[in-house]
Nanobody, 124 residues
Framework: QVQLVESGGGLVQPGGSLRVSCAAS????????MSWVRRAPGKGLEWVSS????????YYSRAVQGRFTISRDNAKNSLFLQMNNLKPDDTALYFC?????????????????WGHGTQVTVSS
């Protein structure tokens, strides 16, 4: 049974940093691209970032490019998102998701397994 469990969310001031994590189980983690997707209050889902199986290829949305860094530890079946220079617009529920096809690395409608999310709130 595939499970994705996010952690590390919280309240942070604008300009601050936070790292969220995702623990994966129930599948061969190193064989899949992985992604982060978020949902801001009152808005729809927004793709944030994706990473290839080895952690060498990384893609980011324009909204987070240069501020967020995605990474993974295949030995620990874990996915991470380091978020720096956070802005109030980054306030959202952040989901970890499995990417079944690299051809659709930024199309969250194709992602086949999701965690329940971890809340990140950026506010002074």
């Amino acid at each position: 049974q595939v499970q994705l469990v996010e952690s590390g969310g919280g309240l942070v001031q604008p300009g601050g940093s936070l790292r969220v994590s995702c623990a994966a189980s129930g599948f061969t983690f190193r064989n899949y691209w992985m992604s982060w997707v978020r949902r801001a209050p009152g808005k729809g889902l927004e793709w944030v970032s994706s990473i290839d199986t080895d952690g060498r290829i990384k893609y980011y949305s324009r909204a987070v490019q240069g501020r967020f860094t995605i990474s993974r530890d295949n030995a620990k079946n874990s996915l991470f998102l380091q978020m720096n220079n956070l802005k109030p617009d980054d306030t959202a529920l952040y989901f970890c998701a499995r990417v079944p096809s690299r051809d659709y690395y930024n199309d969250y409608t194709t992602f086949d397994h999701w965690g329940h999310g971890t809340q990140v709130t950026v506010s002074s």
